[in-house]
Each structure stands twice: as structure tokens, then as C-alpha cells.
Nanobody, 126 residues
Framework: QVQLAESGGGSVQAGGSLRLSCAAS????????MGWFRQAPGKEREEVAR???????KYADSVKGRFTISKDNAKNTLYLQMNNLKPEDTAMYYC????????????????????WGQGTQVTVSS
């Protein structure tokens, strides 16, 4: 069955960096759009970035220029490199697989999540 397992979260000071990983299994990783989402306490879950089967990436404005989404198809692993972290980046971070295989839709269109990981906590102190 499909499984997504995040790791790499932790506590850092503002300006620091973290790299999140998401190990995928149970399906053909390379042909799906994958994404990173986050949810802060009391707020709705929001999308951070997405990467298409062909490697095309899209980012939320709040993280553009600071975060980089990437993937290693040989390792079935999705990454999120987070630099220049800010206290407002504090949240539980989740990886997700789109319901349908193929390229990611435009950011203005819903991601259509098929599967979620369990999440990894990122805490940024000022």
C-alpha cells in the first residue's frame, strides 16, 4: 500500500536551515506530482510547494526564494530544503502524493491529495 514517511524536522533559530525528507513506497514514485504542505496551530493546512513528474516546481509566495523542493526518483524520496527560516514557518509539515499520476496542475488549481504522510514538526525561534 502507499506509504509516505517524513523526517528531518526539528527546532532551529531564525535564519537557520533544515532539510525535510519524505520516503515513499507502495507505488511508482516517479510518475506522480508530489507536494509539501504545512499546518500551524489554529490555522488551515496550506500548500508550500509542489513538484511534477518531470521535475517542474511551483512555490507558495511565502516561501519562494527560501525553500527548494526536489526529489530523487532512484531513492523514492522527496525533499524540502528550507533556508533562512522564520518564526512564521513554524508548523507541522506534511508530504503528499497527488491522487492522479502525471504533471502537477497550476498553483491556482487544487492539488487533489491522494495520500498524506504523518508529518514532521518544524519549530523556528526568534
Amino acid at each position: 500500500q502507499v506509504q509516505l514517511a517524513e523526517s528531518g524536522g526539528g527546532s532551529v533559530q531564525a535564519g537557520g536551515s533544515l532539510r525535510l525528507s519524505c520516503a515513499a513506497s507502495g507505488y511508482t514514485f516517479s510518475i506522480y506530482c508530489m507536494g509539501w504542505f504545512r499546518q500551524a496551530p489554529g490555522k488551515e493546512r496550506e500548500e508550500v510547494a509542489r513538484i511534477s513528474s518531470d521535475g517542474t516546481t511551483k512555490y507558495a509566495d511565502s516561501v519562494k526564494g527560501r525553500f527548494t523542493i526536489s526529489k530523487d526518483n532512484a531513492k523514492n524520496t522527496l525533499y524540502l530544503q528550507m533556508n533562512n527560516l522564520k518564526p512564521e514557518d513554524t508548523a507541522m509539515y506534511y508530504c503528499a502524493r497527488r491522487q492522479y499520476a502525471g504533471s502537477c496542475p497550476a498553483l491556482t488549481l487544487p492539488f487533489a491529495v491522494g495520500y498524506w504522510g504523518q508529518g514532521t514538526q518544524v519549530t523556528v525561534s526568534s
